[in-house]
């Protein structure tokens, strides 16, 4: 499975951002996929998670009311919408998947990984 995240870019404290993740290289149902980001100098930690079914769904408590997680199968591309950002959502963001049906908030439980994308929130 090959990722590919986009939409990330610059923008305001108060705005608003979708990020998407496109996959390709083999089927998209089944797996579960998230959403991680890593701020300059500190370690890449969770932000969201999404079943391969999308009925189940997880946020980190920082972004949790804020940020929502989606997907579409059908397109094999899952969403992160994020709106009132904050500069301390400043980060590299990726996109990740699993090859298990559940959701999960553990960085070490998936096995496909995007390149990232720049989100920038200027104060």
């Known amino acids: 499975v090959q990722l590919v995240e986009s939409g990330g870019g610059l923008v305001q404290a108060g705005g608003s951002l979708r990020l998407s993740c496109a996959a390709s290289?083999?089927?998209?149902?089944?797996?579960?996929m998230g959403w991680f980001r890593q701020a300059a100098g500190k370690e890449r930690v969770f932000v969201a998670a999404?079943?391969?079914?999308?009925?189940?769904?997880y946020y980190s408590d920082s972004v949790k009311g804020r940020f929502t997680i989606s997907r579409e199968n059908a397109k094999n591309t899952m969403y992160l919408q994020m709106t009132n950002l904050e500069p301390e959502d400043t980060a590299t963001y990726f996109c990740a998947a699993r090859r298990y049906n559940s959701a999960s908030m553990g960085e070490r439980s998936y096995d496909y990984w995007g390149q990232g994308t720049q989100v920038t929130v200027s104060s």
């Open positions: 290289g083999r089927t998209f149902s089944g797996y579960a």
């Open positions: 999404i079943s391969w079914s999308g009925v189940s769904t």
